[in-house]
């Protein structure tokens, strides 16, 4: 069938990427994801803002500086459960919507054991203490929910199955396998009039508007096993080293539709829905170099450097499309066959510089300065010629679309007897170089403890602020006047997101 002549074919060929309707699961998107960390961990760091860099005395401490084991003077373990709420906004071409999530997890699960030297052996070798940590940290929730939707005049989602027929072509196959086969096998595109290339079905404007509309849900996060070795030297410098096995787990759910607002009931096009469900699980691994030095009783300073994680990823993709085009074919669906892919990803670097005011017995204050260069996050993809193509397409994406970043965290401590409060702040730089001008992130904290003779229980509370911005599909060449797509406008939607994550850690010394 010969659908809309008046649509001029694409001449020009482009690579569709980081798009919500886009077969590619691996973008610049997924790279932030995986690169960019939130404060997790025990109650007690978490409650004054994870800003413990020079701190230490914490199992939190081997994900940040481990060379604040070197503080520890006993062992202990410890055990902390959280739950996480979060809430997005969103406003799309004047609309607004709101969605709510929750996820409980395992924050922390740790041991550290400690050997304290004194006497001849102390002053022979200088070293007091030797202490090993081996246990589990939470360094990010996916959890997230969002919806938002809208009217459109100019563009359509459907454009994305478009490109791809006539770009790539389509498969031979008996089940569809790319997003081209999904259009042409529910009569969502067609053969264009002049047999040359492929056109929607769907041509929205003023006159036959459009309704768009997506729903996401996220859940997951990563957590990282680590393996800390570490002591004090004549209790002044603090030496650490965390061998870290980052986990990841990762699970969207992606549903977009158009539904046609013409009331024309025979323009062959009624509604279409697109779902993408995708889980990405993985592990990898790095390395974490710390030392701490007293400067006094009332100050200490802390550096640390972190390896990039090198991350050995497996997705599994799972697509489906379902057109109704009225009187010309019904309702027809489509399923893609399932799509597994295994690829890498190096993940920035990361420096640390903290610093520690104590108040003797009452307390301190802590600052920590981090910087992170996401720019610097590399996939690696298998050895074809396309495969190569798409990497040297993604990472030059990753490198033009992000920066590096200044994170800042700041705490308190304040000892009241055997009771602790603490309170904290984090700012966490914008790693957009434009786009997303106030992508920074915002964490408020607070918590109380309570110390035994042998034990500890501590709550802690951090809420987590940010905005980001999404277009629910990209097209291809907008900029080019020979393109199918010059000058086409696809809208925004912009997201604010608030998180809560409350904690309790209970821990025995030993």
Request: charged share 15%; no cysteine; glycine share 10%.
């Amino acid at each position: 069938m010969n659908l809309l002549p008046s649509r001029k074919v694409l001449s020009s060929i482009a690579l569709v990427t980081a798009t919500a309707l886009s077969a590619n699961a691996q973008n610049e998107t997924d790279a932030l994801r995986f690169s960019t960390l939130q404060p997790q961990g025990t109650a007690r760091s978490i409650g004054f803002g994870s800003a413990l860099g020079s701190v230490g005395g914490d199992f939190s401490t081997l994900a940040v500086n481990p060379a604040g084991i070197g503080i520890y003077r006993s062992s202990e373990i410890t055990f902390t459960p959280s739950l996480t709420f979060s809430n997005t906004s969103s406003d799309f071409t004047g609309n607004s919507a709101q969605e709510n999530g929750s996820h409980f997890a395992i924050s922390n699960l740790g041991l550290i054991t400690t050997k304290v030297f004194n006497g001849r052996r102390a002053k022979r070798t200088g070293w007091t203490t030797v202490s090993f940590g081996l246990g589990m940290t939470r360094l990010a929730d996916y959890t997230r929910d969002y919806s938002y939707q809208g009217r459109n005049t100019t563009s359509s989602g459907s454009f994305i199955f478009e490109a791809d027929a006539n770009n790539n072509g389509l498969t031979s196959s008996g089940q569809p396998i790319s997003q081209g086969d999904l259009g042409y096998d529910t009569y969502l595109i067609n053969q264009a009039t002049s047999g040359s290339g492929y056109l929607s079905v769907v041509n929205p404007t003023a006159a036959s508007p459009i309704n768009q509309s997506t729903i996401v849900h996220e859940r997951g996060g990563m957590s990282e096993l680590g393996l800390t070795l570490g002591g004090s030297y004549e209790n002044k410098l603090m030496l650490g080293a965390t061998v870290g096995i980052p986990i990841i787990r990762y699970i969207r759910t992606k549903n977009y539709e158009e539904r046609d607002l013409s009331g024309n009931d025979n323009n062959n096009f009624g509604f279409f829905q697109y779902t993408d469900d995708l889980k990405t699980t993985g592990a990898g691994v790095n390395l974490k170099l710390g030392a701490i030095y007293k400067f006094s009783d009332f100050v200490r300073m802390g550096v640390a450097i972190h390896t990039p994680s090198y991350l050995s990823l497996h997705d599994v993709d799972n697509r489906s499309l379902t057109t109704n085009t009225e009187n010309f074919h019904g309702t027809v669906l489509a399923t893609a066959a399932e799509n597994q892919y295994d690829y890498n990803l190096l993940t920035p670097y990361r420096a640390v510089v903290s610093g520690t005011v104590l108040f003797g017995k009452y307390g301190f204050f802590s600052v920590d300065y981090e910087y992170v260069d996401y720019s610097s996050s590399r996939f690696t993809f298998g050895g074809s010629s396309d495969e190569k193509a798409y990497q040297s397409l993604i990472n030059n994406n990753i490198q033009s679309t992000f920066q590096g970043a200044s994170n800042i965290r700041t705490g308190i401590e304040l000892r009241l007897d055997n009771i602790f409060l603490r309170g904290g702040f984090g700012y966490y730089g914008n790693p957009y170089k434009s786009g997303n001008p106030s992508a920074e992130r915002l964490d408020f904290s607070g918590g109380i403890g309570f110390r035994f003779e042998r034990s500890f229980i501590d709550l802690g509370f951090v809420h987590h602020q940010y905005k980001t911005s999404e277009q629910p599909y990209t097209l291809p060449d907008t900029n080019n006047p020979s393109s199918l797509y010059y000058n086409l406008v696809v809208p925004t939607a912009q997201l604010t997101t608030g998180a809560n994550n409350a904690v309790l850690t209970v821990g025995f010394k030993f």
